[in-house]
């Protein structure tokens, strides 16, 4: 019996069907789970979940080691399916499937690490404990489907909680098929369970589920923020990593050859469907002329086409939609820099930089998520810093500049999760990563990852006769 009822009357497709990117074809028809569906699931995760944490820390870590060497064994067949059914460049799918197994090596060897502390008191001893939640529902979006899920999912599981992870419904098919290597490693049965649906069906199930201790959900700020107030209702545990429209700050005393040879894949890579891609593009006005004159070669020379291609740096938007919602940033005659894209089918949209834009234009303002970014001037250190915060996102940023003092100010006082300096970095599973203002709540990876996915249970215990 479902329990929770789709609101918008519209009735929901039973299955959904999984587009090719790059030539618009339905590669797969994946079934929707029903929220009656998700009602079991979480009933046997649970069920589950109570073995895997009374299971010996060191058995648990083995596990989550056989499951990440296998999803290394299974690299090139994860990677092709993603090229398939994301379009992403399969040089950057071999390194997503390569992430997911990185994720679980890490956090697996945090199981046994997962310690809780002994605090001073008088009269007893105090002793703290990370405790699993219990049942972890997961929401991913389709622009990184493996890397994402993986970040929630591999901690999660190392803490020894249960997954429900709900992808997105344009890309399940990498998800479903790690679910079948968990199994083939010897996860417990139902302990990691993928179910795939829409997101206001199956997603909004696990959400409002009571069963689901916490969801961690990763999308656009719009769905997160109805995320967040649903959970709201039960005190649900949420992290949200939402959107950004990160800055990407060029001093003057830059290394500029530097900075605009990397600037374009700073926002071009998966095409720009990258939360963390550098959009905003401010160069301190005396050396703006020069640095777009370095940068338009570097725009021109970047490689977009077939992404099964391994000289292919950027590929095909994800669907039709989101190339409209693309061009839609982008004014007839726009002043700027434009790259070439492919004609003929596939979702192509051209590497293109406009600068001729106010900060207050939406392609200024709002994330594009494909591949355009603005460039804004900028006078000095404290209007760079104005305009990089001019934003209600705070994802990431880079600045640019020789100077140490200067790297370091900027870097403080930028708000936001993850910046570089003098390099476009910004993800390292061992680093933690997640967003200042709307762009999120919570941290993933790095050396807090497992204990975001637990509770921290005081005992203290009396020493009096
Ligand atoms: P989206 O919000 O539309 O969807 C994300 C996921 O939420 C999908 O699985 C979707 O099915 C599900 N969903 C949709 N409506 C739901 C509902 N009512 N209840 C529960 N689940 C629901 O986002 P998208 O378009 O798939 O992804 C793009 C967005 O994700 C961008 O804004 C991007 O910046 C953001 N993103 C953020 C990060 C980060 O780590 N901060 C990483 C990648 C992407």
Redesign the pocket.
């Known amino acids: 019996m479902p329990r929770h009822h789709h609101t918008t009357g519209a009735p929901e497709p039973a299955a959904h069907d999984v587009l090719d990117p790059a030539t618009g074809r339905t590669v797969a028809t994946v079934p929707a789970t029903t929220p009656a569906e998700v009602d079991e699931a979480v009933r046997r995760a649970a069920d589950a979940q109570r073995g895997w944490a009374a299971a010996a820390p060191g058995d648990r870590a083995r596990l989550l080691r056989r499951f990440a060497a296998l999803v290394d064994g299974h690299n090139e067949e994860l990677a092709r399916l993603e090229v398939r059914e994301a379009g992403h460049t399969i040089g950057n799918a071999r390194w997503e499937a390569g992430n997911f197994r990185d994720v679980l090596d890490y956090t697996a060897g945090g199981v046994e690490r997962l310690t809780g502390e002994q605090i001073p008191v008088p009269g007893g001893l105090d002793v703290t404990f990370l405790e699993p939640l219990g049942v972890v529902g997961v929401?991913?979006?389709?622009?990184?489907p493996m890397p994402?899920a993986g970040w929630s999912c591999g901690p999660a599981l190392a803490a020894g909680n249960a997954v429900l992870l709900?992808?997105?419904?344009a890309t399940p098919l990498t998800a479903l098929r790690l679910a079948e290597l968990a199994l083939e490693a010897g996860l417990p049965e139902h302990l990691f369970q993928v179910l795939p649906g829409?997101?206001?069906v199956t997603?909004?199930a696990l959400?409002t589920h009571p069963g689901v201790a916490k969801i961690a959900?990763?999308?656009?700020?719009a769905?997160?923020t109805?995320?967040m107030a649903k959970c709201a209702a039960s005190v649900k545990r949420v992290t949200l990593?939402?959107?950004?429209k990160s800055p990407n700050i060029v001093f003057a005393d830059a290394d500029l050859e530097r900075a605009a040879a990397t600037a374009p894949m700073s926002f071009l890579d998966n095409a720009g469907q990258d939360?963390c891609a550098r959009t905003r593009i401010l160069v301190q006005r005396e050396v703006y002329d020069l640095f777009l004159d370095l940068l338009a070669p570097a725009i021109a020379a970047v490689r977009v086409g077939d992404p099964s291609d391994a000289a292919t740096e950027m590929g095909p938007l994800i669907s039709a939609a989101q190339r409209e919602r693309v061009r839609s940033y982008v004014p007839d005659g726009a002043a700027g820099i434009r790259g070439s894209a492919p004609e003929g089918p596939g979702f192509f949209f051209p590497p293109t930089v406009l600068t001729g834009l106010g900060p207050d234009a939406p392609a200024a303002t709002e994330?594009v998520?494909g591949p355009v970014a603005v460039v804004l001037p900028f006078t000095d250190e404290q209007d760079a810093v104005r305009l990089a915060n001019a934003t209600p996102y705070g994802?990431s940023g880079s600045l640019w500049t020789r100077d140490v003092g200067r790297a370091l100010r900027v870097s403080r006082a930028v708000a936001a999760g993850n910046l570089s300096v003098n390099s476009h970095s910004s993800v390292r599973y061992w680093t933690p990563f997640g967003?200042y203002k709307r762009?999120?709540i919570g941290r993933e990876l790095g050396p807090g990852a497992l204990a975001a996915f637990t509770e921290t249970k005081n005992v203290f215990i009396s020493t009096e006769d």
Do not use: M
């Open positions: 929401i991913a979006p389709w622009n990184f994402i709900k992808p997105a419904e829409a997101g206001a997603g909004d959400v959900f990763t999308g656009s700020s769905v997160g109805s995320v990593e939402l959107g950004g939360c994330e998520f994802l967003g762009s999120g």
